[in-house]
Structure formats: C-alpha cells, structure tokens
C-alpha cells in the first residue's frame, strides 16, 4: 500500500489520480451527484513519464502522491493526451517543476497549451498517428482520437503491458470509492453516471467515439486507463460493450414523457399519458418535470429508450422556456431512432405545441398519430387522443 491517492498498477505504472467530491457540475452544466475521479498515471522505467493530469484545485492532493511514486527521480515526460482543464490544470506547475521536461502531444495539443497557459514548451515532441515513446520496457504507440472529446484528444497504448491509455473514452462520473480497478469494485454502482456522462460529455460526438473504437479494435487491450473512473483490468469487454452500445444508440423499449407545466394543466395530460402507456403493455416509463430535472438526466433516459412524449405549455407565445432549452440542446445531440408523440395546451394565443411541432421536425424524428392541443385544460376528447397516441406509441416501439 501506498499513499491514500497512490496504486500499484505493475512494475512501471501506478495511479495518481485524486477524487473530486466539492464540484457540484462538471463543466459548470452536469451534476456531480456522487463526485468526480481525475486519473492520472506514472511510468517508471529507464525513462519516467507522466501521463495526464488533473484538476487546478486538486494539485495539492495530486502532489502528494505523485512525489511519493517519483522517489525523487527526475521527470523525463509529460504526455498530454487531452487538453481539457479537468486534466490540464497543473500543466504550469509540472512544467514549473521540472523546467527541462519533454512534451508529449500533437501540433493541436501545443496549440491548445498556448491558448489556455501561454505555454510554448521549451522540448516538445510532436508525435502523429502510430509515432511510438519507448520508455525502457515499456512503449507508447499514439492514435490520434479527434473529437473524443476534444480535436486535440488522443490515446496511447503501451505494448509491453498492453494497457490503453483512453483519455476521456471509457470514463464516467463518480469519484473512486476506495476501489481503483473495476474488480476491486462495483460497476453496477458507476453504472448509470458513466451512461451520464458518456450521454452528456460525448454522446453528441458518438460517430467519431463508433469510429475511435472501430480504429482501436485490432489492438489486444488488457487493461484500459481512462482518465475518469475505474481502471478496466478485469472485464475489459464491459466497459468497451456499454461504449460501443453507447454509440450506436442501440436503444431499449420504453417511454420518457417530458413536461413542462405551470398550474398543473400539462401534467395532469402527462401523468394520464403513463397510466394510458401502462394499459398498452409499457413497462419502462420515466416522466419528467422539465421544469424541476436537471436537462442531464433527461437527456440520459432518452439516449437509452427509444420513445418519448413531450408535452408542454405556451409561455409569452413560444415554447415554455426549460422545455425550449432542452429542445434546442437536443436538435443537437444528434439523437436517432426515437419515435416521438407530443401534446400540448394553451390558454389563447398558443406557441407551445407548435414550438414542439417545430423541434422535432428539426431533430428528424419520427412523429406518431395524434399530436393535440388542448385550451386551458384538457377535456374529454383530449384524453381519448392520449389513448390513442398511447396505443401507438405502445405498438411503435416494440422491439
Ligand atoms: Fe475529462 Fe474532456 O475532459
């Protein structure tokens, strides 16, 4: 056992990674609900080597433990996988510290350093896809991941222990319990905060994170390190199902109803809507109050099912405005395969319905019978559309 923030991985490589549980939103937008991992990592050989690493706030804690794996040795280099400040934080320092270090990154990544630090390294080593570091024993060979998350992102793999070094691919939210490795843990406990993630980070860029997995198939990866989360060592295939799943939008049967309500109008329809869903055979039915969910969690669960209802009010003539940011964000989200019914009410001179209407032709979804409207409340014809609508819906769906 080493420090607290400290793990063995093998003869040349240990964990450095720190837990973050004060942020309450990653980037300033997604809930943090059970904290957040940065994780970075040493080798040691011939020649050291930092790769990735974390948070400004967190550079005490890192600190620590990084010093305590060094045992005093110089730091040869520091390779930047990706330059997103959750990782890029304490680049300054490193280099502060150890003013004749190596940079290790691509011609965006030294771009990225100037924009963001004003760094222009003393040494830097531009690699491009397939360049190769050898260390010693161990080797790095670099694959360019544009996109994943960012244009500068790239991985490396190290092909004496056949570890993938993944950047932010095969992450998610949740610091790390105690549990480094994904056999020391629960996954079923991380589960639905690396679908968040995954859905709120990179699910909109899911082509290029199909294609980064399709480009990384050939190599035998018997460990992945990603820079959030656990360290895949045990059951790989796990990790690389749920993102290859992920990103072919491979979809369950279920419903999400979507509401937006001022005086409870909207939602009476809504809560009908799953009741009439329920007496069609639906199982899986998540509704949520717009106005109260955070977007995060909204977008999640319809990434997952492959239906959903939206239903909303009109406010100043347009769109109830939470239920207009979430639409707005999901024409760009790039959602597929969602079969979609909508409702909605006004009380005179309407806009909420038709900004439904509007939204869902953009986003290029498959719109099913009937779509109503309703003045003030909804009134008994109404009710029957629900049914109708949840029939099918129910019928649509099934897989
Ligand atoms: Fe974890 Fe895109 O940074």
């Given at each position: 056992m080493l420090y607290n923030n400290t793990v063995k991985i093998n003869d040349h490589v240990r964990y450095v990674g720190v837990n973050d549980r004060k942020t309450r939103k990653f980037e300033n937008m997604?809930?943090?609900?059970?904290?957040?991992?940065?994780?970075?990592?040493?080798?040691?050989?011939?020649?050291?080597?930092?790769?990735?690493?974390?948070?400004?706030?967190?550079?005490?804690?890192?600190?620590?433990?990084?010093?305590?794996?060094?045992?005093?040795r110089k730091?040869?280099?520091?390779?930047?996988?990706?330059?997103?400040?959750?990782?890029?934080?304490?680049?300054?320092?490193?280099?502060?510290?150890?003013?004749?270090?190596?940079?290790?990154?691509?011609?965006?990544?030294?771009?990225?350093?100037?924009?963001?630090?004003?760094?222009?390294?003393?040494?830097?080593?531009?690699?491009?896809?397939?360049?190769?570091?050898?260390?010693?024993?161990t080797e790095l060979t670099f694959y360019m991941t544009p996109m994943v998350h960012w244009p500068e992102s790239m991985v490396s793999y190290e092909s004496h222990y056949k570890i993938l070094f993944?950047?932010?691919?095969?992450?998610?939210?949740?610091?790390?319990?105690?549990?480094?490795?994904?056999?020391?843990?629960?996954?079923?406990l991380y589960e639905a905060d690396t679908i968040r993630y995954y859905v709120n980070i990179i699910g909109k860029l899911s082509r290029q994170v199909a294609r980064a997995i399709d480009k990384l198939a050939p190599l035998d990866i018997q460990m992945i390190c990603p820079v959030?989360?656990?360290?895949?060592?045990?059951?790989?295939?796990?990790?690389?199902?749920?993102?290859?799943?992920?990103?072919?939008?491979?979809?369950?049967?279920?419903?999400?109803?979507?509401?937006?309500?001022?005086?409870?109008n909207t939602e009476r329809m809504a809560n009908y809507m799953g009741r009439c869903l329920a007496q069609a055979g639906v199982k899986n039915i998540i509704t949520h109050d717009v106005s109260k969910t955070d977007m995060s969690y909204i977008l999640k669960d319809l990434w997952i099912y492959n239906g959903?209802?939206?239903?909303?009010?009109?406010?100043?003539?347009?769109?109830?405005?939470?239920?207009?940011?979430?639409?707005?964000?999901?024409?760009g989200q790039k959602m597929t395969g969602m079969k979609v019914g909508l409702f909605g009410g006004f009380s005179w001179s309407g806009g909420g319905f038709s900004g439904l209407q509007s939204f869902v032709k953009e986003a290029g979804w498959e719109l099913l019978d009937p779509s109503f409207e309703f003045k003030s409340s909804p009134k008994t014809e109404h009710f029957q559309q629900a049914e109708q609508l949840a029939e099918a819906m129910a019928k649509a769906i099934k897989l």
């Amino acid at each position: 056992m080493l420090y607290n923030n400290t793990v063995k991985i093998n003869d040349h490589v240990r964990y450095v990674g720190v837990n973050d549980r004060k942020t309450r939103k990653f980037e300033n937008m997604w809930p943090l609900d059970h904290g957040i991992a940065y994780n970075s990592y040493v080798i040691l050989d011939e020649k050291t080597a930092l790769l990735d690493t974390v948070h400004l706030g967190y550079y005490t804690n890192f600190e620590e433990g990084f010093q305590h794996v060094m045992e005093g040795r110089k730091l040869d280099y520091l390779v930047i996988h990706h330059m997103e400040p959750d990782h890029s934080g304490i680049i300054p320092q490193i280099i502060a510290d150890y003013p004749d270090i190596t940079i290790v990154g691509n011609a965006r990544t030294k771009e990225f350093l100037f924009n963001f630090y004003q760094i222009e390294p003393k040494n830097f080593l531009e690699v491009k896809e397939g360049d190769t570091l050898s260390l010693g024993t161990t080797e790095l060979t670099f694959y360019m991941t544009p996109m994943v998350h960012w244009p500068e992102s790239m991985v490396s793999y190290e092909s004496h222990y056949k570890i993938l070094f993944s950047q932010d691919a095969f992450g998610g939210f949740g610091a790390l319990d105690g549990g480094i490795f994904d056999d020391e843990l629960n996954f079923d406990l991380y589960e639905a905060d690396t679908i968040r993630y995954y859905v709120n980070i990179i699910g909109k860029l899911s082509r290029q994170v199909a294609r980064a997995i399709d480009k990384l198939a050939p190599l035998d990866i018997q460990m992945i390190c990603p820079v959030h989360g656990p360290v895949w060592r045990h059951n790989v295939e796990r990790i690389l199902t749920l993102y290859q799943d992920l990103s072919n939008q491979k979809k369950q049967e279920g419903v999400v109803i979507v509401y937006g309500s001022m005086y409870g109008n909207t939602e009476r329809m809504a809560n009908y809507m799953g009741r009439c869903l329920a007496q069609a055979g639906v199982k899986n039915i998540i509704t949520h109050d717009v106005s109260k969910t955070d977007m995060s969690y909204i977008l999640k669960d319809l990434w997952i099912y492959n239906g959903a209802i939206f239903g909303s009010c009109a406010y100043n003539n347009g769109l109830f405005p939470p239920m207009d940011n979430l639409c707005r964000y999901l024409v760009g989200q790039k959602m597929t395969g969602m079969k979609v019914g909508l409702f909605g009410g006004f009380s005179w001179s309407g806009g909420g319905f038709s900004g439904l209407q509007s939204f869902v032709k953009e986003a290029g979804w498959e719109l099913l019978d009937p779509s109503f409207e309703f003045k003030s409340s909804p009134k008994t014809e109404h009710f029957q559309q629900a049914e109708q609508l949840a029939e099918a819906m129910a019928k649509a769906i099934k897989l």
